[in-house]
């Protein structure tokens, strides 16, 4: 396993590697003289130089929404189908049809699904503009559009994402008849999980607490009949279970439990009577295979009850948390040994979001593996920050022997301190990170602090602080949106000369309208020269 990645986690891990790989910013980076003026023109001159720049990742496909966001979806559907070496454009414009659907755009969602060619994904993109259209108002031609989707397998979600957002503007009568259609057309398909648990929320969101628990149990006998080979369906049994659990309901979640314990038992025992009669029968392959053979698969994935404890964590009150962490832990002291590690890593952090810290330690007390424990130790302290016991999280945090573990610790404290307005505390805290480019990372989110108190002087001078180039750029770009037009267009310039024109899409088109246009014909531009030098 490569070096720190457990300490750290696979996001700030991959994060560091990058802003460390690309240096410190050069000297001079931090000159106020840069675009002192803040005119729009001089932005768009520094946009279209960067982007005679090679950039890597989702770099085409967040511009391509920045332009559906300004209006452009032609120019976004060119922008795609233009990027040279890559598979899937049309795959990318289904994403833009469904970003353009969930953001309110029902004519750009059109304009980018009549751009499909391919017949399979412009039928997924029909799919992904029927919420749009219904969310605007106009049911009639939403479930026109429902109508004529072409392929069986895409009929119940198009009915369900009806069903939804018809919910959603408090039509649960209609509602509840589209998430019937859904549950119909599903079968027992694949989507049939998906469409019953749609169902089940329209139902009880319209009052109707019986037909909501009749869709919750078909959901229960699909996983049942399933067993460990349902791994799409388990996901909406655990839905199931969650929406029960906030109001209360353990009684389903009790029987899943119960079937989990007699099932690790079970294989328990056939695991000792195995072993006995491979010592008396020297281990004949016969026997053994049929053994194995023989062994009944489980009523449900014992998978279930970690998720389950994952997804009611942030959400559930604190003495439903509490009966759940119990009879997990119980769980736990049946040494049943199906994905033990995962159960009792969400029984710990469970235990540590509701106040039970000792307890949560002392299940973290048990990990043997140094690196592993300290990982679960942060983990720990990032829970606490999030509940506001900061305190306790901090104490914890500078008691961690591993500088990595300390590190990331600490600015989840900092982090937390932040975010609450606690911007001097979080402060006094950073020189504390034992890391250097941890300091830096920390101070992103204490100068957007600082900004939103009303300094953004001060703020802007805390973002020259941090050593690395592309984490300061992520620094004065939080800046942009949170300055007037003139300083916004000044940080943005500023921002993109360290990290590129990606760091500023997000308010492009608010500081300096026909950026993301500016920077789409330099980068086709580029584009079509390369093409034609060879």
């Not at 946009?47 to 920045?66: H, I, V």
């Not at 009639?140 to 009929?155: D, F, K, S």
């Not at 769980?331 to 000792?358: C, D, I, P, Y």
């Amino acid at each position: 396993m490569l070096k720190g990645l457990v300490q750290w986690g696979p996001e700030l891990y991959w994060t560091r590697i990058g802003d460390q790989c690309l240096g410190l910013a050069p000297p001079g980076s931090s000159d106020t003289g840069l675009l002192r003026s803040g005119f729009a023109p001089c932005l768009l001159t520094v946009l279209r130089l960067a982007a005679q720049q090679e950039t890597g990742g989702r770099s085409d496909l967040d511009l391509a929404a920045a332009l559906v966001r300004a209006g452009h979806p032609a120019r976004a559907v060119e922008l795609v189908r233009s990027g040279a070496g890559r598979s899937g454009p049309e795959e990318d414009l289904v994403l833009l049809v469904r970003a353009a659907g969930e953001a309110g755009d029902p004519d750009g969602a059109r304009a980018l699904a009549e751009s499909l060619t391919d017949r399979a994904l412009r039928d997924s993109a029909l799919v992904a503009r029927i919420p749009a259209v219904a969310r605007a108002g106009d049911h009639e031609c939403a479930v026109g559009l429902a109508q004529t989707v072409r392929y069986p397998h895409n009929w119940p979600r198009a009915w369900a994402g009806l069903a939804k957002a018809v919910a959603d503007g408090g039509d649960f009568p209609a509602a509840l008849g589209y998430a019937a259609r859904a549950v119909e057309c599903a079968g027992r398909g694949s989507e049939s999980g998906r469409a019953l648990v749609t169902a089940m929320e329209i139902a009880h969101a319209a009052g109707d607490h019986v037909l909501a628990g009749t869709f919750a149990d078909r959901v229960e006998d699909l996983v049942r009949r399933e067993g460990r080979k349902g791994v799409g369906q388990r996901a909406f049994l655990v839905e199931v279970l969650a929406f029960e659990a906030h109001t209360g309901d353990l009684d389903r979640f009790d029987a899943v439990l119960r079937s989990v314990a007699r099932a690790a038992a079970a294989r328990a025992a056939e695991e000792a009577e195995a072993a006995a009669g491979s010592q008396e029968c020297d281990a004949d392959p016969d026997v053994l295979c049929l053994t194995i053979l023989a062994r009944p698969s489980p009523h449900f994935d014992a998978r279930i009850v970690p998720e389950l404890l994952v997804a009611v964590a942030e959400s559930a009150d604190r003495e439903v948390a509490l009966a759940l962490a119990d009879r997990a832990e119980a769980l736990l002291r049946r040494g049943a040994g199906f994905e033990s590690f995962a159960l009792r890593k969400a029984v710990t952090l469970l235990l540590a979001r509701h106040g039970q810290v000792e307890r949560a330690m002392a299940l973290t007390d048990r990990i043997v593996d140094p690196g592993l424990r300290a990982a679960r130790m942060v983990e720990v302290v990032e829970v606490l920050a999030r509940s506001g016991d900061t305190d306790r999280a901090e104490a914890l945090a500078r008691a961690l022997a591993d500088r990595r573990a300390r590190s990331r610790a600490l600015m989840a404290v900092v982090g937390e301190l932040a975010r609450r307005g606690e911007t001097a505390r979080a402060e006094a805290l950073v020189p504390a990170i034992p890391d250097r480019w941890g300091r830096g990372e920390v101070l992103v989110g204490v100068v957007g602090a600082l900004a939103r108190q009303g300094e953004p002087e001060r703020a802007e001078d805390l973002a020259h602080t941090i050593p690395h180039g592309r984490t300061r750029a992520r620094a004065l770009a939080a800046l942009v949106e949170l300055s007037e037009p003139a300083r916004a267009r000044r940080l943005a310039a500023r921002a993109v000369f360290l990290g590129g024109w990606a760091m500023v899409l997000d308010d492009l088109e608010e500081i300096a309208p026909g950026g993301a246009v500016a920077i789409a014909d330099e980068v086709m531009s580029r584009r079509k020269s390369r093409t034609s030098g060879t």
